[in-house]
């Protein structure tokens, strides 16, 4: 596995490091550019060059040397083949989501510090739009999963297990062309060995004003950084979908903390073999434990 990382640095302060050409240069030539987006190697000196500029752009100017990040894994052939589970992430994100268009939730139920564990307790109402696009599943910003019809057929027709689906309303029309996907099914447990943080170079637990860490065990942290890490339970081995134990994230605004989604070797081959699109898939590591 060869482990990039794409920030997005603050153009102000990327002389520092970053030559003019490097990258690319985000903003107007004639204004100014405003962000710099590299994309390095994790495993290259430069990772930790960053961490000391990172931490000199805040103790001297008070301000951020990079803002968003993200990191891409890429795998060989081999990897793929030999991988015993994936954790799947989508692609597309849309609002408004469903709470704003009379989705119902059960907030009672949601833990009191980290708000993870809400119930929904009405069919998913969406306004209709072009969300799909093309693609076969899509997230609104609150964590509520639309898959279109094909991905259902494909799953149905090739008996995949653990996976269940409920409808979609576009006021009181009940959507013909797609499908909520349902957080439910076989949990896995995250194990220790997955890094939460709320960057590459922050492992904070918590801020001055929010808990990212929940004490109650029930929310990890604010964002996941490594590959995911879970322990081995028999129904690893009967299953093709899951979701984790515990959740990632934070509840603010419309965001809640979400629970992680897995698929077995079986599902990923079928997703890939039938072009399903909208999901990226990173692999993920079975412990003994
Ligand atoms: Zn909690």
Known sequence: ??????????????????????????????????????????????????????????????????????????????????????KIAIKKHFEPVGEDCGTEYDESCACKICGSGRKQTSPLRLRKGRFLNKRDVAMTLGGEIVVSKKFV?????????????????????????CSQLMIEGQKLELAEQTQFGVNPYDFSEKSETEIFKCPQGDNLGLNILSEAYVKDCPPLHTSDFFISEQTVGLKTGYFRPEHLLFCSPCLYRVIKENHLKGFNFEVAHIVNQ
Do not use: C
């Not at 000196?45 to 990040?69: H, L, S």
């Not at 057929?153 to 062309?177: C, H, L, Q, S």
């Open 1 to 86: 596995m060869k482990e990039f990382l794409e920030l997005r640095i603050n153009y102000n302060y990327a002389h520092l490091l970053f030559k003019e050409d490097e990258g690319v240069n985000l903003g107007s030539p004639l204004f100014g550019y405003s962000v710099k987006v590299v994309k390095i190697d994790t495993s290259s000196p430069i990772f930790e060059e960053i961490r000391r500029v990172n931490e000199y752009v805040r103790n001297k100017y008070d301000t951020f040397f990079f803002a968003g990040w993200n990191y891409i894994r890429q795998y060989t052939e081999t990897e793929l083949a030999d991988a015993k589970l994936f």
């Open 153 to 177: 057929n494909v799953i149905v027709e090739n008996g995949i297990k653990g996976m269940t689906f409920g409808p979609v309303f576009f006021g009181e029309n009940r959507a013909e062309d």
